[in-house]
């Protein structure tokens, strides 16, 4: 008697098996997605002008790889097979021929969906199709689906995103797989093998610290949720604080920076969310900042930690491959703070080796390298000296000598 992929898989225990496919994402996603700075407004003209301004900006060679459609792509209903389509006037050639160009241009496309029967935006979701859609999306060439949580009414979270998982499996092509149902179920706790990222919070916002009536949230509010879940992060499965607002606007230059640290610092996915086609120099010099995108990159794929924290300042600390180290001093208050660090009692704060730092010997003399300033400033024999103006960090980076 023959028995399916899926009926075969349900009958092991789920820790005998991986549902996603493995070998993806073995450092965090980086790319763009058009929701952030878009929402519905997307077309395939965006998409691609998009796509050059990637390679153009320098992001690629940063890094930067995918190019993710978000919602309100698709045709208003399935056609008469019941297939996804998608939108006639915005999308024209259709997305196998979009992907064909991302693909020419050394890049990937990914596509977005929604576990209950409509999408965030009113669209066509996937529940009861989807195994229909996974082959679709297959069949289009796509290589990353971003999957929401919106109008699922009582749907069990760990059963939709299993089978929606099982069904990209099943059709056949590798796809990054981004569980984004906002950290409702703590899916860090279950998806491992289900997926190679998942939301832990609510939108993020192009502010500060804001929160929005319907639970958007500012990137400070976002982080301070993610302060419990470094244990669940590594190679192939990441927490995602959602996107970056970098570029965006609505934030200062020092405050975008800050934001882009502490996401390399959380080994969060790099998916960037502004108009890539209009970016001033300061936006492209944060984005594409190598050796801070190196500390995100980091194969070790660990999540930094907060070593130490007052009111005003919180020290964040990452181990990095071949004994390196990153800190980043992050200033959250209204006023200027001075630093005055001693490393030879820095070592010994409790903060420290209360999360690992304890089980392998620290060399303290390390050369320290500041990675916006993109120079060196020293050594740990010294004292470290510096102003850290407010919402701002000094990033570094101690490189063993």
């Known amino acids: 008697m023959k028995i399916s992929l899926i009926v075969f ?3 092991l225990p789920s820790f005998l098996y991986s549902q996603k ?23 395939e003209d965006i998409i691609k002008s998009v796509a050059d301004a990637m390679i153009s900006s320098g992001m690629k060679a940063a890094g930067y790889e995918y190019i993710n459609i978000d919602d309100c792509w698709q045709a208003d209903k399935r056609d008469d097979s019941g297939n ?13 021929s979009l992907a064909d160009y991302i ?41 990353y689906l971003k999957y929401d949580w919106c109008n699922t009414d009582t749907q069990n979270a760990q059963s939709s995103y299993k089978t929606i998982s099982q069904a990209i499996r099943e059709a056949g092509r590798p796809m990054v797989f981004s569980i984004c149902e906002w950290g409702k179920s703590e899916p860090w706790t279950w998806a491992k ?5 998942w939301r832990t ?54 405050e975008y920076k800050a934001h882009f640290s502490i996401w390399c610092m959380l080994a969060a996915p790099l998916i960037a969310g502004n108009d890539l086609r209009n970016m001033p120099g300061e936006t492209i010099e944060i984005l594409t900042n190598k050796a801070v995108i190196a500390v995100d ?12 924290k007052d009111s005003k300042l919180e020290i964040w600390m990452k181990k990095l491959s071949g004994g390196d180290i990153a800190i980043c001093f992050f200033n959250r208050s209204e006023d200027g703070i001075p630093l005055n660090i001693n490393w030879q009692t820095f ?45 701002s960090v000094i990033h570094v980076r101690l490189e063993k000598q």
Request: glycine fraction near 14%; include cysteine.
């Open 9 to 11: 898989l349900s009958l």
């Open 21 to 43: 496919f493995e070998n993806l994402a073995k450092t965090p996603p980086m790319g763009w997605s058009s929701w952030n700075r878009f929402g519905c407004d997307i077309n």
């Open 84 to 96: 996804i389509a998608a939108n006639s006037k915005k999308f024209p050639s259709g997305i196998k």
């Open 103 to 143: 693909h020419s241009k050394g890049l990937k496309l990914g596509i977005y969906s929604c576990a209950g029967v409509k999408t965030c935006g009113g669209f066509p979701g996937s529940r009861g199709y989807e195994f229909q859609d996974a082959r679709t999306y297959a069949s289009w060439g796509i290589d």
């Open 193 to 197: 093998n289900v997926g190679h990222l």
């Open 201 to 254: 919070t609510g939108d993020i916002q192009d502010c500060w610290d804001c929160t929005k009536s319907w639970g958007g949230e500012g990137w400070l509010k976002i982080l301070d949720k993610q302060t419990k879940l470094s244990s669940y992060a590594g190679p192939g499965a990441w927490n995602d604080p959602d996107m970056l607002e970098v570029g965006n606007g609505n934030m200062t230059n020092a």
């Open 297 to 308: 990159q980091d194969t070790l794929g660990l999540q930094g930690f907060i070593a130490y």
């Open 347 to 391: 070592w010994g704060h409790e903060g420290i080796y209360g999360n690992g730092f304890s089980q392998f010997q620290i060399d303290k003399s390390y050369r320290i390298i500041d990675l916006w300033k993109k120079k060196y400033t020293g050594t740990t024999a010294d004292l470290f000296r510096a102003d850290l103006e407010k919402h």
